[in-house]
């Protein structure tokens, strides 16, 4: 009896050591389970050119929850990521709109997201509040910017800069892709390769895995932070570019719960909310398994409000299941 215990104890061990050291496993399971439930639900789910939409219904989310995976790596999390994005994609419409080159359009959106990482950034660092509420408070000021900026109004995009991302293209002759997909590919290669090759990215995870012993080695722990959230600021404002190449329409009311879907992506992906663990690829599945959560509970007829409260629990979900995993791992 003993003996049974003493090895049903080592198997829980070995599962959360092998989630913790392979996060991105669960989500690309949950994935797999998602694509074959909903195929069998519908007829017309399993379809190339569906899954290309799926694909790039996620690119928002997606974009957004790369940005939000740093954020959380330093054990901090930004509630206004999505708000921030929409502010920037009113920008770029309202100047393309006022006659303004797309370029220099496209640039001040980027730039504001930029700024507002800065913002939170310095907030963060110099002052010492809580990521939560300082995030909570812009979210707060960006939503109500929003709406001053939109009067009321949805703004139409006609400029072709800023609707490039969405523009289709035939891979092999038949499978649609679009250059969104290909940047965002390139944006998760480019931080995969930050974070796991480059001294500021052992640096983002030490931050977020024991600030007081990354400071003591000599870590510029500050540094490490205002740099993150000025990366993520700059993820967010391609984001927007990525909004509008998908929709040529800014409108303030798009993306409510773009924050929510981010951070359930983020954490569905494997990354801790505590900070210090987690994988771009991860996130990548995590962004994929909502996207297809989403779309096929649409093709099933399935209320709106159902689908956020599906998205939620999975939320709570994740969480519940890297709590286990963490305390496995330290028992």
């Given at each position: 009896m003993t003996t049974a215990t003493a090895v049903s104890t080592k198997e829980r061990e070995s599962l959360g050591e092998f989630l913790l050291r392979a996060p991105a496993v669960g989500p690309a399971l949950a994935l797999i389970v998602a694509i074959v439930l909903f195929s069998l639900a519908t007829d017309t789910f399993f379809d190339l050119d569906n899954l290309s939409t799926v694909v790039q219904q996620s690119l928002v989310v997606g974009t957004l929850a790369l940005g939000q995976t740093l954020v959380i790596l330093i054990s901090g999390i930004d509630l206004s990521n999505a708000a921030s994005m929409v502010v920037a994609t009113l920008i770029m419409a309202k100047l393309a709109a006022a006659?303004?080159?797309?370029?220099?359009?496209?640039?001040?959106?980027?730039?504001?997201?930029?700024?507002?990482?800065?913002?939170?950034?310095?907030?963060?660092?110099?002052?010492?509040?809580?990521?939560?509420?300082?995030?909570?408070?812009?979210?707060?000021?960006?939503?109500?910017?929003?709406?001053?900026?939109?009067?009321?109004?949805?703004?139409?995009?006609?400029?072709?800069?800023?609707?490039?991302?969405?523009?289709?293209?035939?891979?092999?002759?038949?499978?649609?892709?679009?250059?969104?997909?290909?940047?965002?590919?390139?944006?998760?290669?480019?931080?995969?390769?930050?974070?796991?090759?480059?001294?500021?990215?052992?640096h983002v995870y030490a931050v977020g895995n024991a600030p007081e012993s990354a400071r003591l080695s000599g870590i510029k722990v500050n540094r490490t932070v205002l740099s993150v959230y000025i990366v993520a600021g700059l993820t967010f404002g391609i984001a927007a570019w990525q909004a509008l190449g998908r929709t040529p329409n800014a409108d303030p009311n798009q993306f409510q719960l773009g924050n929510l879907d981010s951070i359930t992506a983020v954490v569905l992906g494997g990354t801790s909310l505590f900070g210090g663990r987690?994988?771009?690829?991860?996130?990548?599945?995590?962004?994929?398994?909502?996207?297809?959560?989403?779309?096929?509970?649409?093709?099933?007829?399935?209320?709106?409000?159902?689908?956020?409260?599906?998205?939620?629990?999975?939320?709570?979900?994740?969480v519940v299941v890297d709590r286990i995993a963490r305390r496995q791992q330290q028992s």
């Open positions: 006659g303004a080159n797309g370029f220099v359009a496209l640039l001040a959106g980027v730039v504001l997201t930029i700024i507002v990482g800065i913002f939170i950034g310095g907030l963060a660092t110099r002052i010492k509040l809580p990521a939560f509420i300082i995030t909570l408070g812009t979210f707060t000021m960006l939503t109500a910017v929003s709406k001053l900026i939109a009067g009321g109004q949805a703004v139409p995009v006609t400029d072709g800069l800023l609707q490039w991302l969405g523009t289709k293209r035939y891979l092999f002759g038949g499978i649609p892709i679009t250059y969104g997909m290909t940047l965002a590919l390139l944006m998760y290669l480019g931080v995969w390769y930050a974070l796991t090759k480059t001294a500021w990215g052992k987690g994988s771009v690829l991860g996130t990548l599945m995590g962004a994929l398994v909502v996207a297809v959560l989403r779309s096929g509970l649409t093709q099933m007829n399935v209320d709106g409000n159902y689908q956020d409260l599906a998205t939620g629990a999975l939320l709570i979900a994740a």
